[in-house]
């Protein structure tokens, strides 16, 4: 039988990781000397998920979804996406700025790497003082304008960045030009993919003094050009309710904050549904069983759960996610 899942959190250095996954969200990546992304729920081949809760515990995902099918993602998902988990979750503390960078739509991550392409949002969970992002242009733009500014190094006169603090939210589709910019904590959800086309790298070196590949002709192809007057997401919190963030043919994304004890009721989804705990903590209950969810925490509800109860005795706040 089928339950909410928990799954071991895979570690990831980067050149620009910092601490915050271990000081705020209170997961100890010890040995590595920083951590810049935790893979939370991954049905990437290179890193596959294993469920950490249960008797299913020391299971990978994928083996899990080979077996339930849709019972586990839900019919119309299986029929879409097969065998293949369609979503990652991600929490990035970046240390440094990353990378500018783009990733292909579907049908070019299709034609290049037969894969799918990687449409993403942010969730800033945490903000230094100050700190910024890039997401698009800040100007009507052309490939033509775009290849001079980058030729002359003046490519960041070109994007749009701002500042950014908890609780914005920013959409991605693919092709649009982005870099998260330097103390910024991200929960990012993304179709299940893992092509970056790296444009600049600020000229930094590894350990070993070598700079990262750059994939500059490759990004031409994949960029969206277009230019939008506003690229933050605008929602209103609204205390007690669920207040939708996101939806796109890839995901559904709700935000939820509440004070007091509530009922999810999902048998009228023919979908997986997955919580990311932001703040708080809770107890999930279904049927006679229950798990206690705290800050950071990342639960796959299967298809199959028709109903949950959520009681708190200090709040929380939560992503909702699922596929329509």
Known sequence: MLYPLKFKTIFKDKIWGGEKIKTFLGKDFDPLPNCGETWEISGVKSDVSIIANGILSGTSL?????????????????????????????????NEDLSIQVHPNDELAEKRHHSKGKTEMWYVIQADEGATLISGFNQEMDKETYLKKFNSGELTDILNKEEAKAGDVFFLPAGRVHTIGKGLLIAEIQQTSDITYRIFDFDRVDDKGNKRELHVEEALDAIDFTFHKDYKTNYQPTLNQSVELVDCNYFTKNILEFTKEVVKDYSNLDSFVIHICLEGSYILKYGIEEIPVQMGDCILIPATTDKILMTTNNGFKLLETFIR
């Open 62 to 94: 994928a083996d899990l979804l080979a077996t339930e099918k849709g019972n586990l993602i839900g019919k119309k998902n299986y029929e879409r996406f097969g065998d293949e988990f369609p979503l990652l979750i991600k929490f990035i503390d970046a």
